[in-house]
């Protein structure tokens, strides 16, 4: 039984506003599942494949308003999951995503003030998978919220790198995000982790590493 536990694949995605430091534990986390032995693709959203990463160009930068963003990253979504996320997981791989439908909930229904009961619904749709009479709607296994406060993701960010449209946003915009992944987590909290993402590196690491061993997944 033990093995073939492992060998089932493991979906980890990684939320937070930008300068929250989800990369640098994402690349930590894959480190310690290699370790053991296992295949990790690590991938992102908007994103994740050659059609996906144009369509990330076109949302991070473009003007539009929030349906059209929010249509063009469930289109994103789905090419990601066809064509990377669903394959991998039936490999057994673990998949570790920086950020998911979450983030979609949060920066466009949160921070643009979009409709969430037509988020709900393309959720849905784009994440529905399996044979007609039985759908199942693919959400991660765990999703790991670096829950930080606005003020201080934007002192980190300042003079990092060229702000993307979403990173221009004001503050206010952000805590609408933040409000809103509180919100998610409200909704499904066995499968979210908070982490206090203003604490040291180390701190926050063993964090994420502790929410990873609660599942049973690392030693």
Avoid at 80 to 98: M, S, Y
Wanted: with cysteine; hydrophobic share 45%.
């Amino acid at each position: 039984m033990a093995t073939e536990r492992l060998l089932d694949g493991l979906f980890i995605s990684f939320e937070g506003i930008d300068g929250a430091g989800k990369s640098t534990h994402i690349d930590g986390l894959a480190q310690a599942f290699r370790a053991l032995g296992r295949v990790v693709t690590v991938t992102r959203e908007p994103g994740g494949t050659p059609l996906a990463e144009k369509l990330r160009l076109l949302v991070l930068t473009e003007a539009m308003d929030a349906m059209t963003e929010a249509l063009l990253v469930f289109a994103a979504r789905r090419d990601h999951l066809q064509q990377v996320i669903e394959p991998a997981l039936a490999r057994g791989n673990v998949v570790l995503c920086d950020r998911f439908t979450d983030a979609t909930f949060a920066y466009q229904g949160g921070g643009r003030g979009f409709d969430l009961a037509i988020l709900a619904v393309l959720e849905q749709w784009v994440q529905s998978t399996g044979s007609s009479d039985v759908a199942f709607v693919r959400q991660p296994d765990l999703t790991v919220w670096f829950d930080l406060p606005a003020e201080i993701a934007a002192q980190r960010l300042q003079g990092a790198r060229t702000p993307d449209k979403f990173e221009a946003q004001p503050l206010e915009f952000f805590k609408r995000v933040s409000d809103a992944y509180l919100s998610r987590m409200m909704a499904s909290p066995r499968r979210f982790a908070r982490i206090n993402a203003d604490n040291s590196r180390q701190a926050v690491w063993l964090d994420v590493l502790k929410a990873v061993q609660a599942k049973g997944w690392l030693p």
